[in-house]
Antibody, heavy 121, light 109 residues
């Protein structure tokens, strides 16, 4: 049974870069898609983007060029980077697996427990 | 930008049926994109409850059911139980974005 675990700093200053790692256990990053989703009281659940095990990505255009995802198949890890953070990026960040299918409309079927990120000066 | 609209809250007594609605538009649900539903218990990550409009993953009780009509979708919980008290989110897509509803808090009286 595939499990996900997010890790990374819980507190950042404005303008810093957020870097979070998602470790996949009990399975492989191949051949699936992996997304990052964040949740905050003000913005609700927000999809940030996905990466496929091949490295192919698609991002939420609302984040412009601030977000990037990478995958390390040898370590079974997915990494989220979000540059130039502000207080608006304060949220719970979830790593999520999409293993049902390859189609765009597939559901988010495996969720990590999430990691809380606070941006404050 | 497209949004999915859910009523903020609904309540029911144990054993009753509650229905949660999710309204999209012609760019999302109305365009034929699947609707999925998630249950989030307090302090926990969301959990997939219904996928592709009306399918239950293994382990989800059959008192949960989903439907879609036009640009809207619904989640019904029949035989409401105390453990169903949670927040429920719908999710769909546009051509370039995966989007969530604002969530509906279900209270078991």
């Amino acid at each position: 049974q595939v499990q996900l675990q997010e890790s990374g700093p819980g507190l950042l200053r404005p303008s810093e870069t957020l870097s979070l790692t998602c470790t996949v256990s009990g399975g492989s990053v191949s051949p699936y898609h992996w997304s990052w989703i964040r949740q905050s009281p003000g913005r609700g659940l927000e999809w940030l983007g996905y990466i496929r095990y091949t490295g192919a990505t698609k991002y939420n255009s609302a984040l412009r060029s601030r977000v990037s995802l990478s995958v390390d198949t040898s370590k079974n890890e997915i990494v989220l980077n979000l540059i130039s953070v502000t207080a608006a990026d304060t949220a719970m960040y979830f790593c999520v697996g999409e293993t049902f299918s390859d189609v765009w409309t597939r559901p988010f079927d495996i969720w990590g427990p999430g990691t809380r990120v606070t941006v404050s000066s | 930008q497209s949004v999915l609209t859910q009523s903020p809250s609904v309540s029911g007594a144990p054993g009753q049926t509650v229905t949660i609605s999710c309204t999209g538009d012609s760019f999302t649900i109305g365009a034929g994109y699947f609707v999925h539903w998630y249950q989030q218990l307090p302090g926990r990550a969301p959990k997939l409850l219904i996928y592709n409009n009306n399918n239950r993953p293994s382990g989800v009780p059959d008192r949960f059911s989903g439907s879609r009509s036009g640009a809207s979708a619904s989640l019904a919980i029949t035989g409401l139980q105390a453990e169903d008290e949670a927040e429920y989110f719908c999710q769909s897509c546009s051509s370039s974005l995966k989007i969530f509803g604002g969530g509906t808090k279900v209270t078991v009286l």
